[in-house]
């Protein structure tokens, strides 16, 4: 199915009408999923509304979503939403940054996700779970989403920075945490940057206790460089003039890998064991192929091909429960989007948690349902019905390291232990720059 164009309209199309001031931030901040599927299936592919930085695009439809990212992406930068939240924390990173310099470190990065080099860090990431299961004992209680986020930050470190950062976990986690709490606090949006609220405050600290552990490990890299770790690599780097990068641009990089390499993965597993903790039928045709393929051995690259339902099960919870639920955009110049005017500098919402949940494209869209991803029906499936890591240019650079890596762990995981929910089996999120639980997952691991 495609969406069909209408005629060139100087209308707005229609959308919610929200509040006087706040316009529909505090419906969106009281419920985020609700607010956003609820006006994609009330006024259609595209719909708008005015807020105090101006006129708002929820884009619904995979071809109007398609254009931004793909057809027209030179149109469109991440935006100054976008920037507001992710900038006090990431810099100039490359989530953040936009032309030259976004291309130049992009270029940069781009050799540690290599298909070839991420090969190679396939042993590490089942190392490092295997140490994670060590710690825990048959019958105990387990944070689930806490030994994620550890295990997946563990990895992102040793794998990409050439570092052992045990000693920083707690802290690193804890900063991210309070990172991700404050950013989406409404005073954020309505009042301006100069004004320093409590949430504001929490973010400057949050960055101050990131920034004593990464500047520390670009320390340690600059004094005994690596062969081929990221921070060794921009340390060498120099630009078309000659010039290196400078130590804060270095550490944007860093910060931005570190937050962007484990939160998503940490994210997908936890909704993976929720998810597999209710589908008791699906758990066990995992187990059932885990055992055939592996025979009790740590998976490796060489037996992912053959492990296509555990690939399934990581495609279905990605897609019932996308780690990060939306991406925003701003054009640069006017563009015309379902028959619409765009008009430059408007915010366009694009939400993966819509598109995926989308009885258009999914039979049974909130069915955890892993046996669907067969491969008709991706075929059938217009080009961004499905849309995790974002399409186009920007679209994730870890994309590849991610999937791997959630298989890996998945597979390694669930070989040795059964993982039991302790509370209601209903996940209760909220939307930051990713969809995280607002509470821990308490999970009972049981060794096979």
């Known amino acids: 199915m495609s969406s069909e164009t209408p005629p060139l309209t100087e209308e707005m199309p229609p959308?919610?009408?929200?509040?006087?001031?706040?316009?529909?931030?505090?419906?969106?901040?009281?419920d985020p999923f609700e607010f956003m599927t609820t006006t994609a299936r009330e006024y259609g592919d595209i719909a708008a509304w005015e807020e105090i930085d101006g006129p708002v695009y929820q884009l619904n439809h995979p071809d109007h979503i398609e254009h931004v990212l793909v057809g027209n992406n030179e149109n469109y930068v991440k935006g100054e939403s976008f920037q507001r939240t992710l900038r006090p924390i990431t810099g100039n990173g490359i989530l953040n940054s936009e032309g030259a310099v976004w291309r130049r470190n992009r270029h940069l990065i781009q050799p540690a996700f290599h298909p070839e080099r991420i090969q190679e860090y396939a042993r590490l990431m089942t190392d490092a779970t295997e140490e994670l299961l060590a710690t825990w004992e048959d019958g105990e209680v387990r944070p689930i989403h806490g030994d994620m986020m550890t295990v997946t930050l563990r990895i992102v470190a040793r794998a990409l920075f050439g570092v052992d950062i045990d000693e920083h976990v707690e802290e690193i986690g804890t900063a991210l945490e309070e990172f991700m709490t404050a950013s989406e606090n409404l005073s954020n949006y309505l009042l301006p940057q100069s004004i320093p609220t409590p949430s504001r405050r929490r973010i400057e600290r949050a960055r101050e206790r990131l920034d004593s552990v990464v500047y520390e490990l670009i320390e340690r890299r600059r004094e005994n460089p690596g062969e081929d770790d990221v921070i060794s690599m921009l340390l060498e780097a120099t630009d078309d003039e000659g010039n290196r990068l400078s130590t804060e641009q270095v550490r944007d990089e860093a910060v931005t890998l570190l937050l962007a390499g484990h939160e998503t993965t940490a994210l997908a597993l936890?909704?993976?064991?929720?998810?597999?903790?209710?589908?008791?039928?699906?758990?066990?045709?995992?187990?059932?192929?885990?055992?055939?393929?592996?025979?009790?051995?740590?998976?490796?690259?060489?037996?992912?091909?053959?492990?296509?339902?555990?690939?399934?099960?990581?495609?279905?919870?990605?897609?019932?429960?996308?780690?990060?639920?939306?991406?925003?955009?701003?054009?640069?110049?006017?563009?015309?989007?379902?028959?619409?005017?765009?008009p430059p500098g408007a915010t366009i919402r694009m939400h993966q948690w819509v598109v995926h949940r989308d009885p258009r494209w999914y039979d049974d869209p909130l069915a955890f349902r892993p046996e669907r991803?067969?491969?008709?029906?991706?075929?059938?499936?217009?080009?961004?019905?499905?849309?995790?890591?974002?399409?186009?240019?920007?679209?994730?650079?870890?994309?590849?390291?991610?999937?791997?890596?959630?298989?890996?762990?998945?597979?390694?995981?669930?070989?040795?232990?059964?993982?039991?929910?302790?509370?209601?089996p209903e996940l209760d999120l909220m939307a930051t720059v990713t969809a995280r639980p607002k509470h821990e997952i308490p999970m009972t691991v049981h060794r096979r």
């Open 15 to 30: 959308g919610p009408d929200g509040l006087p001031v706040v316009g529909n931030y505090l419906a969106f901040l009281r």
């Open 270 to 342: 936890t909704f993976t064991a929720h998810a597999l903790a209710r589908h008791p039928a699906v758990e066990e045709r995992l187990v059932a192929e885990l055992e055939e393929i592996l025979g009790g051995e740590t998976p490796t690259m060489a037996d992912l091909p053959e492990l296509s339902y555990t690939e399934q099960i990581v495609e279905e919870s990605m897609r019932l429960y996308p780690p990060v639920p939306g991406i925003v955009r701003e054009p640069v110049k006017p563009d015309i989007i379902g028959g619409y005017e765009i």
């Open 373 to 424: 991803w067969t491969d008709g029906m991706k075929q059938s499936l217009p080009k961004l019905a499905y849309f995790p890591f974002a399409a186009g240019p920007r679209r994730c650079i870890g994309d590849r390291f991610a999937t791997l890596e959630a298989r890996l762990l998945l597979a390694t995981i669930y070989q040795r232990y059964h993982l039991e929910l302790t509370q209601g």
